[in-house]
């Protein structure tokens, strides 16, 4: 099982959060997911988490809580998903891997096509923040 880390990354006001598609050319690809990345050996969450946003993204991250995890096999990888609330310490997003990003509110949840293992998460997104 490969441990993996994403971050709920909300804007200053906390009421949109970020999301990023996928490129082209990876698994998955043109999907949409929380930016994150595998945890490599030796490195806790919070540092691959950190890692992982300023390698894609070129932002620092504050990273809070734990919010939810989830296990999800796929078919050629099955991953242990933690996703951690987090706020943009600093930077402004460049798009190093992702082909684009979006600040959506969880009732936008609906409009956009997710990676299947994020499908848990955004239903607990949406339980806890919808309708704000």
């Given at each position: 099982m490969t441990e993996v880390v994403a971050a709920l990354i909300w804007d200053a006001r906390n009421e949109r959060f970020m999301i990023c598609q996928r490129p082209e050319h990876k698994a998955r690809?043109?999907?949409?997911?929380?930016?994150?990345?595998?945890?490599?050996?030796?490195?806790?969450?919070k540092q691959a988490l950190i890692r992982?946003?300023?390698?894609?993204?070129?932002i620092t991250l504050t990273v809070q809580e734990l919010f939810a995890e989830v296990v999800h096999e796929y078919s050629d990888?099955?991953?242990?998903?933690?996703l951690y609330n987090a706020f943009i310490a600093y930077g402004t997003p460049i798009l190093f891997e992702h082909k684009a990003f979006r600040w959506?509110?969880?009732?936008?949840?609906?409009?956009?096509?997710?990676c299947p293992a994020d499908t848990e998460l955004l239903e607990k997104?949406?339980?806890?923040?919808?309708?704000?």
């Open positions: 690809g043109l999907l949409w997911e929380f930016v994150g990345g595998k945890v490599e050996a030796g490195e806790s969450d992982e946003c300023r390698e894609e993204l070129g990888i099955t991953v242990h998903l933690k959506i509110t969880p009732d936008e949840i609906p409009k956009y096509e997710f997104i949406k339980e806890a923040y919808g309708g704000r």
